[in-house]
């Protein structure tokens, strides 16, 4: 499987693919090339990897140089790992079925326009929600809303504050990439 993981953050998640594949507890799969919206800390540690990086702007229309570079390095698979940019439907459509994100939230609650970040927790925890979790999901042009692959919980304490429910979920998530691009490899 030849992935290209999408990022605009600081690349936590991207580091436990590239440890993962490094120790060769995840086989079979090479991350072909880490695409940024933006310049940020997950593009170092691609560079450090030695991936291969593109970054785009994000202020123009890139979905036809994007697609031209998937196809150039043969990427077989898509993961958005904290990519913060809209994907256009062109890219869904194409990739459909071959292209996943990871939410920070238990989808279908707590997904959609603005729901990323400190944003999410602080709505889960304003709404007194007792757990949260993460969820890795087929994306479709509707935001966060393909069908959902992998779920893990975590419990939301009462003294529980955005950042510390960010942690937990994150923590969540680091165990949950692994699970998901396994399970997107045995599909194909
Ligand atoms: C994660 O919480 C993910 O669910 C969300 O963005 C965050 C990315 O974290 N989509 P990192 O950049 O991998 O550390």
């Given at each position: 499987m030849k992935l290209a993981v999408f990022v605009s953050g600081n690349g936590s998640n991207l580091q436990v693919i590239i440890d993962a594949i490094k120790e060769r507890?995840?086989?079979?799969?090479?991350?072909?090339i880490v695409i940024a919206?933006?310049?940020?800390?997950a593009l170092e540690r691609a560079k450090q990897a030695n991936i291969f990086t593109y970054q785009l702007d994000r202020r123009s229309d890139w979905y036809q140089e994007v697609d031209f570079i998937l196809k150039k390095r043969e990427v077989t698979h898509i993961l958005?790992?904290?990519?913060?940019s809209v994907i256009h439907p062109a890219i869904c459509m194409t990739w459909k079925n071959k292209i996943i994100n990871l939410h920070?939230?238990?989808?279908?609650?707590?997904?959609?326009?603005?729901?990323?970040g400190l944003s999410v927790h602080q709505a889960v925890i304003l709404n007194h929600e007792n757990e949260s979790g993460a969820t890795i999901h087929h994306v479709t042009e509707q935001l966060d809303d393909g069908k959902i692959l992998l779920q893990k919980k975590c419990k939301v304490d009462l003294d529980e504050t955005p950042e510390s429910l960010q942690q937990k979920v994150h923590l969540i998530e680091h165990d949950l990439i692994i699970e998901g691009i396994k399970l997107l490899y045995a599909e194909t």
């Open positions: 507890s995840l086989t079979g799969i090479n991350i072909e919206d933006r310049n940020c800390f958005l790992a904290g990519f913060l920070p939230s238990l989808l279908p609650k707590y997904g959609g326009k603005g729901m990323y």
